[in-house]
């Protein structure tokens, strides 16, 4: 079975002191031992890793970076590269959010280099994959899918690939009034396990989760997570107060507990 998740991408907010008062916030809300049942994790900006590295130690929740360089060192001025981010204790690494492709020039060529580089270190890399609304008014939005999961994991082995989590975030459900609707996101999620089974076989299809992301909230969270296909919730605004998160783990949570086999 697949351990269900839990995230938050902070994106471009909270200080490393405001990141301490999160992690004291939240793991005094947090049921000790949860865990045990889900996989929780932060991404807080570069800056405030060290902070989350001394306030989140030893507790259920880990932590990563949004981005990194394909490099382990070099001439590449402000960037971070993967050993970094595993000195500073991270477990996962985001590549490819929308914000990433849409502002800053990347593409699925260049992540597939950082995707590649993260796992050789050691990191958790959170794929993100997502059409546009152009791609889904054109109707392509498998197409688009099945283009960057093909282009991101080109060269890595099957026994791999369940290293890897994909995060299917259709873009323009991202940072919108609300998120795409449980029929869209259970024929997305479908389609993105189909894809691997197709191209990996079933076993390593199986093992890979998939969460979803894009508007998600306490409120919409509860459907959303037992759609099928759905492994996790990943959460930006409605997360980045604790209590908005500790909401969302509960949510995953109570949904894992009903997937338990009795
Ligand atoms: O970063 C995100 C978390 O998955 C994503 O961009 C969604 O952000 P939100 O729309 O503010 O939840």
């Known amino acids: 079975m697949r351990k269900p998740m839990a995230g938050t991408g902070w994106k471009m907010n909270h200080t490393a002191a405001e990141t301490a008062d999160y992690a004291e916030r939240l793991k005094a809300i947090l049921a000790p031992g949860i865990a045990d049942s889900l996989d929780i994790f932060v991404l807080p900006p570069f800056t405030a890793l060290h902070a989350a590295q001394r306030h989140f130690a030893g507790s259920s929740v880990a932590y990563g970076g949004q981005n990194m360089h394909w490099d382990l060192y070099g001439a590449w001025t402000g960037e971070i590269s ?52 152009e791609d889904k008014r054109q109707g392509r939005t498998v197409t688009v899918l099945a ?15 369940p290293e890897v989590v994909l995060a299917y975030e259709p873009r323009w459900a991202i940072g919108a009034a609300a998120a795409a609707s449980p029929g869209h996101v259970a ?20 093992r890979t989760r998939i969460i979803h992301g894009g508007s998600v909230t306490p409120e919409n969270g509860e459907e959303l997570i037992r759609l099928p296909d759905v492994d996790g919730l990943f959460v930006g605004r409605a997360a980045w107060s604790p209590e908005g998160f500790a909401r969302i783990v509960d949510i995953v949570h109570r949904a894992a507990q009903e997937r338990v086999p009795s």
């Open 82 to 133: 993967a050993p970094m981010l595993v000195e500073a204790g991270c477990r996962y690494v985001e590549l490819a959010h929308s914000e990433r492709l849409a502002h800053f020039g990347e593409t699925y060529e260049l992540v597939r280099r950082k995707l590649d580089a993260a796992l050789a270190e050691g990191l958790t890399p959170i794929l993100c994959l997502g059409e546009t609304g």
């Open 147 to 161: 283009e960057q999961l093909a282009t991101a994991l080109t060269g890595q082995p099957a026994e791999r690939v």
């Open 187 to 206: 024929a997305c999620h479908t389609a993105l396990r189909t894809l691997l089974t197709e191209r990996y076989g079933e076993d390593v299809a199986d």
